[in-house]
C-alpha cells in the first residue's frame, strides 16, 4: 500500500513539473470563531484568485473542539454556542481536530510562565499563543507527510474577512530566504496572522511550537517577538504586501484594531457588522469614579485623556482622530458639562472631587502656569498611579494630540524584553508629559500621591519640570525617550511637518500658548476636523 502512494505521489510531482502548473498548500489554523461570516471572502479573494489563474490547490486544515469560548483581551464573554462542525465549509481535503481542553492539559502550560505575560491577561494570551503554535505545528506536519512539492505554502486564520484580492504576482518574491507577510498590523515589524512561504520556509515558520518553551525560560512570549527572533535567527527576510483582512469575533464584529474605513462597502457586502467597539456609542459608558471604572474595564492597557468642558471642542478633534485611527480613549472628567456634550463618544470617568481646593471652572480654559492650572495638570499622576494598581499599563496624552496612527502596539511593545518603566514624549531637554506611558510594576506603582507630597510638587510650576527633576534626573523610574520623528512636540512638526508628516503616531500641538492659538495652528496644518 505504501508503494503504491510513493508511485502516486512520484506521479503528481512529475506531472507538477512538467506541466510548470504551481500547485499550493492552503493551510489554515486555530479556531473557526467566525468561519461563517468570513467564508465568502476566503473563496473570492484567495480561492477564486488561484483558480482563475490555473493554480491548483489543496486546503488544509487543523482546528480545535471547544467545549466553550471566551477571550478577556478581544473583549468576547465567555459563551458556549460553538459550532465545532463550522470547519466543514472550507470543504478541507486534509483536516485534523483535537480537544482543546485535551490539548491544554498534554501541554502543560504552566510551564511556559517563567516570565511575565506580556499581555497582563493572567496568561490567557499566552495560552491563545502557545495553542496557535501547536496547530501551525500539527498543520505543518500534515503538509508534510504528504509528500508533496507543493511551490507555495499559505498560512491562514479562518476567522479573517479578506478584503483585497490576493495579489499572486508578489509570489516570485518568495524565496528559501524569503517570505511574504501583510503590511499592517505590524507589531515588532511583523504581523503573525498570514503568511506567503514555499516548500523550505514553510517548515521553519510553521514549527515555531518546537522552540517555545525552550525560549520561555529566557523571555516573555509575545507571540510577534517570538516569530521575528525565530525568523532572523534561520536568516529569514520577510517582504511586506498590501493584502488587509479585519479579524471577526465570534459574534459578527470587526475586531476594534482592524477596521479599514475605507473598506465600508466590502463589509456590507459580506453582511458583517462594521462596528468596531471602539465606534459604537453603544458601548461606551460613564462611571461614577474612578475606581468603578477599573473594576468593570478588562483592558490591560487604558489610554485616557483629562479635560473640562472650557477645551471642548479640542478634545473632540483628539476623539475624531483618535477614532479614525481606532484608538479608544477614556475622558476623566472634570466637569458635568463636558460629559453632557461627550456622552456615548468615548468612555468617561467621573473626576470632580480629587482634592483641588476648588471647583473646576467650565468654562475657564486655565494658563500656563496658574494655580489651578498646576492643580489640574498634576492630575494625569495621580490618575495614572489607580491605572497602575489595578495591574494596568496607561498611555496619557493631552487634549492638543492630534492622532495619526494607532499607535497602541508601537509603545506597549517597546516594553517587551527591555527594563524601560516608562516611554515619554521628548521635548528636546527631557520628558515631555503631555505624551507618555507607564507600565505596572512595584517602581512604577511608587511613584503616587506621597512620592509627590514628599518633593512638595505643588510649588513647581509645571509638572513637567517636576517629573524630569525627580524622576528622569534620579531614576526613580527607567526612562526611554520616544523618537521624534514618530512622536514630535510642536517645534519639531512645525519646522518637520513635509518630511515627517506620514511617519509619525501623533503631533502635539504644543510651544504655542493659547487655546484659540493652538486651533489656529491645527487648521493650518489641516488637523483639526470639527466642521
Sequence with gaps: MNSIKTNLIFIINTLHNLTNKKKVAIGFFGITRSLKYTIDSIKTNIFDVLTENNIDYDIFMHTYYLNSYSNKRARESITNKINNDEYKLLNPKYF?????????????????????????????????????????????????????????????????????????????????????????????????????????????????????????????????????????????????????????????????????????????????????????????????????????????????????????????????????????ITLFALDNNIISNLEGQCNIVKYFDNGFGEKIDDTIFYKYGTDMFKNVIFQRFFIGNEILKANKSYIYMDVDIVVTKNFIN?????????????????????????????????????????????????????????????VLKTKVLNIKLLDRTFYPTGNIYYKNHKNIDDKCYIIHFNFIIGYNTKIDKMKFYNKFYIK
Aim: charged fraction near 25%; charge should be positive; glycine fraction near 2%.
Design 96 to 328: 485534523h481536530q483535537d480537544d482543546q481542553d485535551k490539548i491544554k492539559n498534554k501541554l502543560k502550560l504552566e510551564l511556559y510562565r517563567t516570565h511575565k505575560d506580556p499581555w497582563h491577561t493572567n496568561y490567557e494570551s499566552v495560552d491563545f499563543f502557545i495553542l496557535a503554535c501547536y496547530s501551525k505545528f500539527i498543520l505543518t506536519e500534515m503538509i508534510e507527510k504528504t509528500d508533496i512539492n507543493y511551490d507555495y505554502i499559505l498560512f491562514v486564520r479562518p476567522d479573517c474577512l479578506y478584503l483585497d484580492k490576493l495579489d499572486i504576482s508578489k509570489f516570485k518574491l518568495i524565496n528559501n530566504n524569503t517570505i511574504l507577510i501583510p503590511n499592517f498590523g505590524l507589531t515588532s515589524n511583523i504581523n503573525d496572522r498570514f503568511a506567503i512561504t514555499n516548500n523550505s520556509t514553510y517548515k521553519i515558520y510553521g514549527k515555531i511550537f518546537t522552540e517555545l518553551l525552550k525560549l520561555s525560560k529566557k523571555r516573555q512570549l509575545h507571540s510577534e517577538s517570538i516569530l521575528d527572533l525565530i525568523l532572523n535567527n534561520n536568516k529569514i527576510k520577510n517582504i511586506k504586501i498590501p493584502f488587509n483582512f479585519s479579524r471577526i469575533r465570534y459574534n459578527g464584529k470587526v475586531c476594534h484594531n482592524d477596521n479599514f474605513s475605507n473598506y465600508k462597502n466590502v463589509l456590507e457586502k459580506y453582511k458583517i457588522l462594521n462596528i468596531p467597539i471602539n465606534m459604537n456609542s453603544e458601548e461606551y459608558k460613564t462611571f461614577e469614579n474612578i475606581s468603578l471604572f477599573l473594576e468593570k474595564n478588562t483592558d490591560t492597557n487604558i489610554t485616557f485623556c483629562v479635560a473640562n468642558n472650557a477645551v471642548l471642542d479640542m478634545v473632540r478633534n483628539l476623539l475624531i482622530s483618535s477614532n479614525k485611527n481606532n484608538v479608544n
Design 410 to 470: 508601537n509603545i506597549l511593545e517597546q516594553y517587551i524584553n527591555t527594563n524601560y518603566d516608562c516611554l515619554s514624549q521628548d521635548n528636546g531637554d527631557g520628558c515631555c508629559t503631555g505624551f507618555f506611558s507607564m507600565k505596572s510594576n512595584e517602581k512604577t506603582k511608587k511613584v503616587d500621591l506621597n512620592f509627590f507630597k514628599k518633593h512638595n510638587y505643588k510649588l513647581h510650576s509645571t509638572n513637567q519640570k517636576f517629573f524630569n527633576k525627580y
